[in-house]
C-alpha cells in the first residue's frame, strides 16, 4: 500500500505542462505516495511522491499556455499550502548560441538563471514577435535563493565527477517499454541545425522527407551523444506565440541573450517563485520535428531530480521566508516609547504568550482603562522583539474605516517590497485589498509576522458588555467586530489593544495601575528631569497620590519640568482641583478625577503662559482628536475671534502655540507629510485627553467655539475641481464627521447655513451620499422657511440636491430639483442671470444623459444664448470671444464673478461637444471641443487642468471617429501638460491625467499595442489607488481592463 502523508507535508511542486513531461517526472520519483482529498474548486490532478529527502507535488496542465499555468499553481497552492517553491519543468525551443557550455545542442537543458538586468526569465509581446521587434514588459520573479544555490553546488558536483549524475537519471526511464521508447537519445545524424536563412522545404514533412540540403547544416560536436548532457543558464522567454522563425529567434538572443523559448514560466511566475528548466527540443525554426521530445523531457526531468540531492532540507524555510515574506518596520505610525518605563513584568509575560512554538496563531489582549499605557507597553514590545519578526504591522483599528485604511498602507508596502504578489497587486476594491493582505499573512511559510490592532475600544460581537460605561469604552455608530479583520491561518503572532472586557480572542493581560511606587517614581522623575526626586518625601507623596496612572504621572511630571514649582506645591495644587472635579462632577470616576486633576493644572499653567495656546485646547473639543494642521484652523480665522487669527498669523505662531502644548504633554506630533496636497504637518491628542477636553474643559457645549471649530473646516472645503482637493477632502473627513455630531447640538445662526452646504458638498465628494442629503435637506428646510422657496440661497440647496441626485444615477429626482430650481429662478431674472443659465444647463445635461438629445440641446441653446445676451461670449465665438476679461484690470470682485461665467460657458460648450457626437454631427461637434479648449487656454493657459481636460475630451472624441493620430496626439498632449503643470511626482496621483492616461491605453488597445495599452492602464491603476484608493469604480475598470487584456494575450 502507498504511503499516505498529509497536505502539510509537501514542499515542492512540480509543474509539467505536457505528458511527456509528466511521465518522465515520475520516473524520477523514488517513492510514490497515495492522492489525498482536494477542495471542489481544485481541478488538477495530482501526483505525489518523494526524491531524497523532499515530498514533491506533480501536475500537469489542462492545456499550454501561460493563463493554464497560473490556474494550475494557483489551485495546488490552495491545497498545498506549505509548498517553498516550484519547478518548471518541461521541453522548449533552444536558441544555438555559443555560452560557456558550448553550442546550444537539442537534447541539451536550459535553466533560468538572473543575468544582468534580467531576472532570469522574461515575457514578450506575441503581436510584436511576429512583426520581428521584442519590447520586455517588465521582469518576472527571478528564482528563490535556495534553488540557485542548489544548481551551483549540482554543477560543481558534476564538473568534479568522472560520470554524469543527470544522464545517469535519464536511465531511469526504461525504453525498453513501448511506450517509453520516445525517451531514448535519438542520436547525433538526427540533431539537425540549419543556418538562419535557409527554410524548410515541405511544411509537414521531416527534413530527410522534404530533401532539406544538408549544405546548410551546422555539424553537431562528435562527442556530445548523450553521455554527458550539456546545461546552459541565462534568459528563458516566455509567451503565447510559438517561435519557428530562425531570424526572429537569433535577433531576440543578440540584443536580449535568450538562451530558451516557452509557453508557461509568465503564467507561473506571476505568484510563485519557481526556476525554470527546458530541455531542448527543437531551434524555433522551420525545422521544427518531434523527435527529440523524449529525450529533452527526460533530460530536464532528470537534472530536475538532480536538485533535490543538492537542497538541505532545513535551509528550504528560512531561505524562502527571507525571500518572499521579510517587511521592513514602517514606525511612521507606532507611538515614540522614549519615556517607556516600568511593565517590565507584563512586559515578560507579553513575550511569552507571543513568543511561543510557532506554526499556531499566538494572541495577546491588552485590556485596561484609557490611558492605562497599552499602546505604549505594544511599541515597547515591537522596539525590543522586532528581530524576531519578518514582518511588523501597526494597523489603527479605532473604527472600521481607520482598519480598512491601515490594511490598505499595508497592501501597498507588500507591494513595494514583493511587486509579484499578483492577488494584491490585482485587488479591486477594499474587500479584496484586506482579503489580500489576510492572504498574505496566511501563506504557508510566512509564521514570523507580528500584527497589532491598536485601539479596539468600540467592539461588537453581539454580546452586551456590562462593564462598558461612557468612560471606559464609546458606544455607537463605531462598534464592529474585528474577526473579520484577523487572518484564517493559525500561524502569526497578534496583539489587539482594547478598553473592552468582551475580547476574548487571545490571552489577556489586564493592565492597572502600577503596583511599585518605584515605577511611578521612575515615570515622575524622567518626565520633570528631576533626578533625585526619590529621596524627595513629597514627590513620594505625589506619585501615592495619582495612583500608579502612567498618563497623570506623565503629565504632571511634564508640567514639572515647566515650571519652578516643588513637588509640595504642586500637591496642594493637586488637592484644589481635585475638590473642584468632586464638587462640579460628583459621578467622575476617581480613575478620571485624578488624571482630569492633573490636567487642570497644566492647562492652567499653559493658560497663564499662552492664552492663546489654552484657547486651541478648548476648541479642540470641538475638532477630532487626530490631526489639526495650521492651513486647517487658518482657513477660518478670517470668520474666526481673535485668538484664532492670532494662532494662525503665520506657520511660526503656530508651532509656537503647538510647542507650548507638547511640552505639557497634551499633544504629539503626527507623522511627517509627503504625499502632494496633504499640506502641513498635524497634532494629535490622546482620547482620554480629547474626553476631558468635552466633558471638563467645556463645561457644557461652548456654542462659540465649537462654531468656530465648524467654519474652519467648512472653509477649508474647496471645490472637486482643484487640483489637490482629494487628498484634502480625505484628510478633512474625520473633522467633517465631528462637524455632523455637533450639528444637532450646536444652535447656528441662520447666516451658518453655508456650513451645511460645504459640508454637504464634501460628502458629496467623497461619494457618502446619505450624510450629503442629510445636510442640503437641513440647509433646504431651514432657507425655505426663512427665505421662501424661490430665495437664491434655498434655489442653492435644490442645486445641491440635483447634483447628489445625478451623482446617485437617479436621474428622475435631479430633473425634478433642476425644474423647480429652473422655476424659482425663472421669476424676476433676466435671461442672462448666472443662476437661471446654470439651471438651464444642468437640466439639458440631465436629459443628455437620458438620451433626450432633442430636449438636450433645447436647455443648452437656450443657457449658450444667455451667456451671449451677458456678452461672455459673442455670436459666433471666434477666438476673440473671451479676451475681454482682461479689460477688467484691477476690479477684482467684477474679474472673478465674470471668470465664474466664462468658466461655466466653458463648460457649457464643451457639453454641447460631447452631445453633437452623440447626434452623429461630428464637424459640429469637433469645432465645439475646439473653441473649449481655445476659450480655456485664453483664460487659465495652455497646462491647466481645466484646458487640459478638454483636450482629453477631444482625444476621445478623435478616437471615437476613427481618427486615431489626432487622438493620441491629443492624449499625449495633455499628459504633457499634466507634466508641467503638476510635476513628474503630483501628476501620478492627480485623477485627471490618470484618467487621460487609462484613456491613452483604450486607443493602444484598440491599435493592437497590447504592450503599451498594459503599461498605461498599470500606471493609471497605481495612481488611482494612492489617490482614491481601492473601492472606486475607476480602479475596477482598470482592473477589468487589465484582466481582459492579459487573458487575450
Not at 458 to 469: A, E, M
Request: aromatic fraction near 8%; charged fraction near 25%.
Amino acid at each position: 500500500m502507498s504511503k499516505r502523508l498529509s497536505h502539510d507535508d509537501y514542499k515542492v511542486g512540480w509543474i509539467c505542462p505536457l505528458q511527456i513531461e509528466q511521465i518522465a517526472a515520475m520516473e524520477m520519483l523514488d517513492e510514490e505516495h497515495a492522492s489525498l482529498p482536494q477542495s471542489p474548486a481544485d481541478h488538477n490532478v495530482y501526483s505525489l511522491g518523494r526524491i531524497a529527502e523532499h515530498n514533491v507535488v506533480i501536475a500537469g496542465l489542462h492545456g499550454p499556455g501561460n493563463n493554464s499555468a497560473a490556474t494550475v499553481i494557483t489551485q495546488m497552492r490552495m491545497t498545498f499550502r506549505n509548498l517553498r517553491y516550484g519547478l518548471l519543468v518541461g521541453i522548449g525551443g533552444g536558441v544555438p548560441v555559443e555560452t560557456e557550455e558550448g553550442r546550444i545542442r537539442l537534447g541539451h537543458v536550459v535553466i533560468s538563471r538572473p543575468t544582468g538586468t534580467s531576472s532570469g526569465a522574461v515575457q514578450y509581446d506575441h503581436g510584436k514577435a511576429r512583426d520581428g521587434k521584442f519590447e520586455r514588459t517588465g521582469a518576472l520573479a527571478p528564482p528563490p535563493t535556495a534553488l540557485l544555490n542548489a544548481v551551483r553546488a549540482l554543477e560543481v558536483r558534476r564538473a568534479r565527477a568522472a560520470n554524469d549524475f543527470v544522464a545517469k537519471d535519464i536511465k531511469r526511464i526504461d525504453t525498453s517499454l513501448r511506450k517509453l521508447r520516445c525517451f531514448s537519445f535519438p542520436g547525433i545524424p538526427n540533431d539537425r541545425l540549419y543556418q538562419p536563412g535557409y527554410l524548410h522545404n515541405l511544411p509537414g514533412a521531416s527534413c530527410s522527407e522534404s530533401g532539406c540540403d544538408d549544405a546548410y547544416r551546422i555539424e553537431r560536436a562528435s562527442d556530445d551523444d548523450g553521455t554527458y548532457v550539456n546545461v546552459h543558464a541565462g534568459t528563458i522567454a516566455s509567451g503565447e506565440l510559438v517561435v519557428k522563425d530562425a531570424q526572429l529567434r537569433d535577433l531576440l538572443a543578440k540584443d536580449y541573450g535568450v538562451l530558451c523559448f516557452e509557453m508557461e514560466a509568465a503564467g507561473a511566475l506571476v505568484d510563485f517563485p519557481c526556476l525554470v528548466i527546458r530541455g531542448i527540443s527543437d531551434y524555433c525554426d522551420s525545422h521544427k520535428n518531434d523527435d527529440w521530445h523524449g529525450y529533452a523531457a527526460a533530460a530536464a526531468a532528470a537534472y530536475a531530480r538532480q536538485l533535490f540531492m543538492f537542497m538541505p532540507v532545513d535551509d528550504v524555510p528560512a531561505r524562502f521566508i527571507v525571500d518572499r515574506f521579510t517587511l521592513t518596520l514602517d514606525v511612521s505610525e507606532i507611538f515614540e516609547v522614549n519615556r517607556f518605563i516600568a511593565r517590565e513584568r507584563e512586559l515578560k509575560r507579553l513575550h511569552e504568550i507571543l513568543g511561543g512554538t510557532f506554526g499556531q496563531r499566538r494572541t495577546a489582549v491588552l485590556q485596561g482603562l484609557g490611558g492605562i499605557g497599552k499602546t505604549q507597553l505594544s511599541a515597547a514590545y515591537i522596539r525590543r522583539f522586532r528581530k524576531h519578526y519578518t514582518a511588523v504591522l501597526w494597523l489603527n483599528a479605532r473604527d472600521e474605516d481607520s482598519l480598512r485604511r491601515s490594511l490598505t498602507r499595508v497592501a501597498k508596502r507588500i507591494l513595494q517590497q514583493h511587486p509579484f504578489v499578483s492577488y494584491i497587486k490585482n485587488a479591486q476594491d477594499f474587500a479584496t485589498v484586506i482579503e489580500g493582505v489576510k492572504r498574505w499573512l496566511d501563506e504557508s511559510g510566512n509564521e514570523h509576522w507580528l500584527a497589532i490592532y491598536d485601539n479596539y475600544d468600540d467592539v461588537d460581537f453581539g454580546v452586551w458588555d456590562p462593564q462598558q460605561t461612557d468612560s471606559s469604552t464609546r458606544k455607537g455608530q463605531r462598534a464592529y467586530d474585528i474577526r473579520r479583520f484577523l487572518p484564517n491561518v493559525d500561524q502569526g503572532a497578534v496583539i489587539i489593544t482594547t478598553r473592552s472586557t468582551l475580547v476574548k480572542i487571545g490571552e489577556c493581560i489586564h493592565l492597572r495601575k502600577l503596583g511599585s511606587v518605584d515605577d511611578s517614581m521612575a515615570i515622575l522623575s524622567s518626565m520633570s528631569n528631576r533626578p533625585g526626586l526619590e529621596h524627595d518625601p513629597s514627590a513620594i507623596e505625589l506619585a501615592n497620590r495619582l495612583d500608579g496612572l502612567p498618563l497623570a504621572l506623565a503629565t504632571a511630571g511634564a508640567y514639572l519640568d515647566q515650571v519652578t514649582t516643588t513637588c509640595r506645591e504642586y500637591l496642594r495644587l493637586y488637592e484644589t482641583s481635585w475638590l473642584r472635579l468632586q464638587q462640579a462632577s460628583p459621578m467622575l470616576p476617581q480613575y478620571d478625577r485624578a488624571m482630569y486633576s492633573t490636567w487642570n493644572i497644566s492647562y492652567n499653567h499653559v493658560e497663564h503662559q499662552n492664552k492663546t495656546s489654552a484657547l486651541l485646547l478648548r476648541a479642540w473639543a470641538y475638532f477630532d482628536k487626530e490631526d489639526l494642521w495650521y492651513e486647517l484652523l487658518k482657513a477660518g480665522s478670517s470668520r474666526g475671534p481673535k485668538w484664532l487669527r492670532d494662532l494662525t498669523e503665520d506657520k511660526l505662531a503656530f508651532d509656537t502655540g503647538m510647542r507650548i502644548l507638547f511640552s505639557h504633554d497634551f499633544v504629539e506630533a503626527g507623522p511627517p507629510i509627503n504625499e502632494t496636497g496633504q499640506q502641513s504637518q498635524g497634532y494629535s491628542v490622546h482620547e482620554c485627553v480629547h474626553e476631558w477636553m468635552k466633558n471638563a474643559l467645556n463645561d457644557g457645549a461652548d456654542n462659540s467655539m465649537a462654531r468656530t471649530a465648524m467654519v474652519c473646516v467648512a472653509s477649508h472645503i474647496h471645490e472637486e475641481s482643484e487640483r489637490e482637493s482629494w487628498w484634502l477632502q480625505r484628510r478633512l473627513l474625520q473633522h467633517t464627521n465631528r462637524c455632523r455630531e455637533l450639528i444637532d447640538t450646536v444652535e447656528l445662526e441662520f447666516d451658518d447655513e453655508w456650513i451645511l452646504m460645504a459640508v454637504g458638498n464634501l460628502y458629496t465628494h467623497q461619494n457618502r451620499l446619505d450624510e450629503a442629503k442629510d445636510m442640503y435637506s437641513r440647509a433646504l428646510t431651514t432657507r425655505t422657511k426663512v427665505l421662501g422657496a424661490e430665495h437664491q440661497l434655498t434655489l442653492d440647496c435644490l442645486h445641491g440636491l440635483g447634483n447628489l441626485y445625478l451623482k446617485q444615477g437617479k436621474l428622475t429626482k435631479a430633473e425634478r430639483m433642476y425644474k423647480d430650481l429652473l422655476t424659482g429662478r425663472e421669476k424676476g431674472l433676466s435671461a442672462d442671470d448666472d443662476l437661471l443659465l446654470d439651471a438651464l444647463h444642468c437640466l439639458g445635461y440631465v436629459y443628455a444623459l437620458q438620451g433626450e438629445h432633442a430636449k438636450a440641446e433645447y436647455f443648452y441653446d437656450r443657457a449658450l444664448a444667455g451667456y451671449r445676451k451677458g456678452g461672455i461670449i459673442d455670436g459666433d465665438m471666434s477666438n476673440e470671444t473671451f479676451g475681454n476679461i482682461q479689460s477688467l484690470g484691477n476690479c477684482e470682485n467684477q474679474y472673478a464673478k465674470r471668470e465664474r461665467k466664462i468658466r461655466a460657458a466653458l463648460k457649457l460648450i464643451g457639453n454641447l461637444g460631447t452631445l453633437y457626437e452623440a447626434q452623429n454631427r461630428p464637424r459640429a461637434a469637433e469645432w465645439m471641443f475646439k473653441q473649449a479648449m481655445r476659450g480655456y487656454e485664453q483664460l487659465v493657459g495652455c497646462d491647466d487642468p481645466l484646458t487640459l481636460s478638454v483636450v482629453n475630451n477631444l482625444g476621445l472624441f478623435y478616437k471615437n471617429v476613427g481618427q486615431f493620430q489626432e487622438a493620441e496626439t491629443m492624449y499625449e498632449k495633455a499628459l504633457q501638460g499634466y507634466e508641467r503643470s503638476l510635476g513628474s511626482v503630483a501628476v501620478k496621483t492627480f485623477v485627471p491625467a490618470l484618467t487621460t492616461l487609462s484613456n491613452l491605453g483604450r486607443l493602444y488597445e484598440r491599435l493592437g499595442r497590447v504592450e503599451e495599452a498594459m503599461d498605461h492602464y498599470m500606471r493609471a491603476q497605481d495612481g488611482i489607488l494612492t489617490a482614491q484608493g481601492p473601492d472606486c469604480g475607476p480602479y475596477r475598470l482598470l482592473s477589468d481592463w487589465i484582466s481582459s487584456l492579459e487573458a487575450s494575450r
